[in-house]
């Protein structure tokens, strides 16, 4: 079935730094791949989403970059800020229902 | 705009009950998806349902069913609760059906004793 890995598990990074989490999707008719964060006691916020006709999009201090051929896509997060500390998902979609990789755990310290 | 609003956010029931929970999408939205939430199994799709019709459903029983309104808010139902249905429920908007952005509301933590 479709399935979507996503690495790492946890991540922690300095303020100021860059943080990227991957991710893996196996079904290669998926057209649209939507990151979303959530905090504690909260539901996922949609921060970015990339379609497949599209190799990059960037949005401030974050970016997605998608590979179409490898299958995968990325999150890039620069000058990461405390306030970025949450879980992040990705997902991967072909019609209304979205796939979502396990999550990572990003940590900003100051 | 509101934002896509779920009631109860929290709910405590004893196994053999059934619940139903409520989405309330954002205004003019009228697609309605639902998703379960748990630390082992993460976010999985339920259904979804577009001009009151279910046009997308997941791998879970038939004990959990759901119906959306004329005013595109969603009810979902779970009967003969189990221990393993303790989990946050989401529910997600979006403007129409298809491959479109969806916007989540905060849950409702329903825990099974």
Redesign the interface.
């Known amino acids: 079935g479709e399935n979507v890995e996503q690495h790492p598990s946890t991540l922690s990074v300095q303020e100021g730094d860059s943080a990227v989490i991957k991710c893996t999707y196996s079904d290669s008719a998926s057209?649209?791949f939507?990151w979303?964060k959530q905090e504690l006691?909260?539901?996922?916020?949609?921060i970015i989403?990339i379609?497949s006709n599209v190799g990059e999009k960037k949005d401030q201090r974050i970016a997605v970059t998608l590979n179409k051929t490898a299958k995968h896509f990325s999150l890039h997060i620069t000058e990461t800020q405390p306030e970025d500390s949450a879980v992040y998902?990705c997902?991967a979609?072909?019609?209304?229902?979205?796939?979502?990789?396990?999550?990572t755990r990003l940590q900003v310290f100051p | 705009k509101a934002g896509v609003t779920q009631t109860p956010r929290y709910l405590i029931k004893t196994r053999g009950q059934q619940v139903t929970l409520s989405c309330s999408p954002i205004s003019g939205h009228r697609s309605v998806s639902w998703y379960q939430q748990t630390p082992g199994q993460g976010l999985q799709f339920l259904f979804e349902y577009f001009s009151e019709t279910q046009r997308n459903k997941g791998n879970f029983p038939g004990r959990f069913s759901g119906r959306q309104f004329s005013n595109s808010r969603s009810e979902m139902n779970v009967s003969t609760l189990e221990l393993g249905d303790s989990a946050l429920y989401l529910c997600a908007s979006s403007p129409r059906t298809g491959v479109y952005e969806q916007y989540f509301g905060p849950g409702t933590r329903l825990t099974v004793t």
């Open positions: 057209n649209y939507p979303y006691g909260k539901g996922p916020q949609l989403d379609r998902f997902a979609s072909k019609t209304d229902k979205l796939i979502f990789g396990t999550g």
